[in-house]
């Protein structure tokens, strides 16, 4: 049976609050970056996140990331999130599939850009055309 696990982490990330959400299914890690503008409540991320949900746009999966499933004592889990509290860095995982993210999406925007440019110096072609046929016509 395929386990899937998922976490939010809130954290500051000068001049915004951003939410970096993790979800791990058939042992593979997407990460989505949310971006908030001041701090959010809990009530604010959890209307986001029943409103939003189906416009999150997740990176492409790494491999190799297996959820954690054993269960932790309720002080020990305390403990554990202040210590991720005050440890703000963002784990290598999610960072590359974030960076990940971000090369696709350049990658993208780079061929409809080539296109559009391409598009564009046809139709400057076609006009030089048309100007040069209308020229030689005569009057």
């Given amino acids: ?21 993790e979800r791990i299914y058939k042992n593979k890690l997407e990460v ?6 001041k701090e959010p409540t809990d009530g604010e991320v959890y209307e986001f996140m029943l409103k939003n949900w189906r416009k999150l746009r997740f990176s ?11 269960k932790i004592n309720p002080k020990r889990m305390q403990r554990e999130i202040n210590k991720a509290q005050k440890n703000t860095e963002i784990g290598t995982k ?6 990940l993210q971000q090369e696709q999406i350049k990658d993208n925007k780079k061929a409809i850009k080539k296109i559009k440019r391409e598009e564009e110096a046809k139709r400057q072609f076609e006009l030089k055309q048309k100007k040069k046929k209308q020229k030689h016509k005569g009057h």
């Fill in 94 to 99: 999610s960072q590359q599939a974030l960076k």
């Fill in 32 to 37: 989505c970056k949310i971006t908030f503008g």
């Fill in 1 to 21: 049976m395929d386990e899937i696990s998922a976490k939010l982490t809130i954290l500051f990330e000068d001049p915004f609050w951003i939410g970096l959400y």
């Fill in 60 to 70: 492409p999966p790494v491999k190799g990331v297996k959820p954690v499933k054993e």
